[in-house]
């Protein structure tokens, strides 16, 4: 049973550098969000500074993990085997609890699910005592309820705080500097960046090195005494050296957002750390004091109160979640999907919506809307137009590809530091990820990034963001209360069958987030390209874009026709159901990448002249259409054949394998040849192509009629037959439409 434990005690420390990694991933979003989203700097730059922070932040940590040892169960009433048991309840659930947020791109906070884990887990235990004391235990003997009512008051505190002054700064900003920044910044530039220097020294201080390794209680009663005089000091000595800067060309802006970067990853590594590794060094501790019992001592038997007492962490252990840590900011792909999230949320720029609309959204814009008519009516015109001026998002300084410019980015760090610090200063329970986030999309609301055809997309993102904190909590309780539950009446299978379950969860997770990726492939190519057309000076440059744009979409589409054709078609007459799921997979996709293309052709057809416009830009909607007809098309063939096959219905006979397979590669042959044309963009052959397309529709439709033939023979299957036949008549359809495709490409690319 010794030996039980002991490598109990080793997986939870496996489960912990697990959590590390998913961890990271998705508190990234706390620190990273402003740097990447303004491209501060280069990603390779903003993830070294990041890297540092975090890598000095945990290394300074104070090692005390006393949650996980007291802060919510009371051990002195638990005996070590049941510690045991609820400690690796929360390791479980947390690594995968964290990992399916990380994979949905969505922010939440790792107190809020350790916390909730830890009261799941141990109410679970909890009740099992209480039903077999007799009535010696009480609930209120075990559980030390308030950390989780303090955790729940911190959700709303933090959503409410944050996004209000979020909202009230990012405002006020924009009227000092408004959007050409560099025009006006040389009048307030040395103050503000002074001043928000000083607010990140100030975080720095109160937050990201309290209780640090090295804080002695002299250092701190100092700083305490003095901090107005350092404050004041930080403000004198920054605002002159950042006008110095300024005078030099140095984009100041930049610099407050990359202190504020590492502020923040070095806060959030030196206090967040007990979320990562305070449970598998509470077991450890606590399998350390039942060994030193020698044999008095058995795990049913052994009560935790050595638990209460604080316990210093081991520096190694420090410096090992540290390189952890660093390890996964800098390889983890879905640390960036969760700031994508938050980006995307925030963006000032129009794009493709994350999220849908929900009546409540609706309702909230309604009302807003009705309410800024009545406020609007009251300020005088002269105030209305000056506004205005400074919100003239056509002066708009900004970063290549970047969400939003450098004065919101640095709003949103220093503005996130200081409320923490605030926070913490007067003891109310902000949490960095919740504050993070909300003061993002205040100053987003604040900018007029969300205007009325964004509004109530971005409203229903935040509320779903908001709502999946509490589903946090929530799932958090109950699952590692189910957990919880299992091992102890389950003992060795039923943990083992969780370690299963658990890493079958990752694995499946990775996959699911792999096939996420491609989409989001497909999307950012079109972003690319709405991105240039903006940017375009002349009609010329915007109809040269144009063109190759539509060129590169439409031969993309007609390759991946092809393939999707011949998988299609192989994997019926092979009767494979995996891939024709695949394909049919891969079809979806591609239909909504179709429809984010047509926004490029609306964008684009803004860019040209009247006349150009109307006349080129019918065929690209045509070609747009035949486009996506063909993948329609392909819908239609796959979707019968999967359902044949999935229904074990009898195969095609081989009659009509070899006429169709035959006739199958001449028209992939046929769809390739075209995109040959378009990527070329030379259109020598043309009329032999379309005269050949014509020959291809003869030859379906003999097969047809030869399958008709049968019909009346009464040879073969029905179901076969009609498969077969709609096999047919759609692959007709996709030769018909992609002839189409390559007249109107023709007629768009050719010069007027």
Not at 19 to 40: M, R, T, Y
Not at 271 to 297: C, H, K, R, W
Not at 385 to 405: G, H, L, P, T
Not at 534 to 560: G, I, M, P
Request: neutral net charge; contains cysteine.
């Amino acid at each position: 049973m010794e030996f039980f434990y002991l490598f109990l005690v080793v997986f939870l420390f496996v489960l912990a550098i697990v959590d590390l990694s998913v961890g990271v991933s998705n508190d990234a979003v706390n620190f990273l969000n402003a740097a990447i989203g303004s491209k501060a700097a280069s990603f390779k730059v903003i993830i070294l500074i990041a890297a540092v922070g975090v890598f000095v932040g945990a290394a300074l940590s104070n090692g005390m993990m006393d949650i996980a040892r007291h802060g919510i169960y009371q051990p002195q009433h638990f005996y070590f085997s049941e510690i045991m048991c609820i400690l690796a309840a929360v390791m479980l659930t947390d690594v995968v609890l964290l990992d399916i947020f990380n994979s949905l791109g969505m922010p939440t906070s790792t107190t809020v699910s350790m916390v909730f884990e830890l009261v799941g887990g141990t109410v679970a235990i909890a009740l099992v005592k209480i039903a077999s004391s007799s009535g010696l235990y009480q609930l209120g003997d075990l559980l030390n309820t308030e950390k989780a009512f303090t955790v729940i008051l911190g959700i709303f505190l933090s959503v409410a705080i944050a996004f209000f002054f979020g909202t009230l700064v990012q405002y006020l900003s924009r009227l000092l500097f408004s959007f050409n920044y560099k025009k006006t910044s040389k009048y307030f530039i040395g103050v503000y960046a002074g001043l928000a220097a000083t607010s990140i020294v100030y975080f720095m201080l109160i937050k990201g090195l309290k209780g640090s390794s090295f804080m002695t209680a002299e250092m701190d009663d100092f700083i305490h005494t003095y901090t107005s005089t350092i404050l004041v000091g930080c403000m004198i000595f920054f605002t002159a050296l950042m006008q110095v800067l300024h005078l030099l060309k140095v984009n100041v802006f930049k610099i407050v957002i990359l202190m504020g970067t590492f502020a923040l990853a070095l806060a959030f590594a030196g206090n967040d750390l007990v979320n990562f590794i305070g449970v598998p060094l509470a077991g450890y501790s606590a399998y350390m004091d039942l060994t030193a019992q020698g044999e008095s001592a058995t795990p049913d038997s052994f009560l935790m109160t050595s638990l209460l007492e604080s316990a210093k962490t081991p520096w190694y252990f420090l410096l090992g979640s540290g390189a952890v840590m660093v390890w996964a900011l800098c390889t983890s792909k879905k640390a960036q999907n969760v700031v994508k999230t938050s980006l995307d949320l925030s963006r000032q720029s129009d794009g493709e919506e994350m999220f849908g609309t929900s009546p409540v959204a609706r309702v909230l814009v309604r009302h807003c809307s009705s309410l800024s008519a009545v406020i609007l009516n009251v300020i005088p015109d002269s105030a209305k137009k000056w506004i205005d001026s400074r919100f003239n998002q056509d002066e708009m300084i900004m970063e290549e590809k970047a969400s939003f410019d450098l004065v919101r980015a640095s709003v949103n760090v220093v503005l996130s530091g200081l409320l923490i610090a605030v926070g913490t200063s007067m003891k109310l329970p902000l949490s960095t990820t919740y504050v993070a986030f909300m003061v993002a999309m205040g100053s987003s609301l604040a900018d007029r990034a969300w205007g009325r055809e964004t509004a109530v997309y971005r409203i229903t993102g935040v509320l779903s963001v908001i709502g999946g904190w509490f589903i946090t909590a929530g799932a958090a309780f109950s699952i590692c209360f189910v957990v919880a539950l299992l091992i102890y009446w389950g003992g060795i299978p039923a943990l083992a069958a969780m370690i299963g379950l658990a890493i079958y969860s990752l694995v499946r997770s990775h996959i699911v987030y792999k096939k996420k990726q491609r989409k989001e492939a497909l999307q950012e190519e079109v972003n690319t390209t709405v991105a240039k057309l903006r940017k375009a000076t002349s009609t010329v440059e915007a109809l040269r874009l144009f063109r190759e744009h539509s060129r590169e979409e439409l031969e993309d589409n007609l390759r991946f026709s092809s393939e999707v054709l011949d998988r299609a078609v192989q994997g019926f007459f092979h009767e494979n159901l995996k891939e024709l799921r695949k394909v049919l997979s891969e079809i979806k996709e591609r239909k909504v990448h179709l429809k984010q293309v047509k926004r490029v052709g609306t964008l684009g057809v803004t860019q040209l002249d009247h006349d150009i416009a109307v006349e080129k830009g019918l065929y690209y909607y045509q070609g747009n259409d035949f486009s996506s007809e063909i993948v329609f098309s392909l819908s239609r063939l796959a979707e019968p054949c999967k359902d044949h096959i999935d229904n074990n219905f009898n195969p095609l006979s081989e009659i009509q394998v070899k006429e169709f397979g035959g006739e199958t590669e001449v028209v992939i042959d046929f769809i390739n040849r075209c995109a040959d044309m378009i990527h070329k963009n030379t259109y020598a052959g043309f009329e032999e192509l379309v005269n050949e397309s014509a020959e291809l529709n003869n030859q379906l439709v003999a097969l047809k009629k030869g399958e008709l033939k049968r019909i009346q023979g009464q040879t073969g299957s029905t179901k076969v037959s009609m498969v077969y036949l709609n096999m047919i008549q759609e692959v007709q359809n996709v030769v018909s439409f992609t002839t189409n495709l390559l007249k109107v490409s023709r007629k768009f690319q050719i010069e007027r």
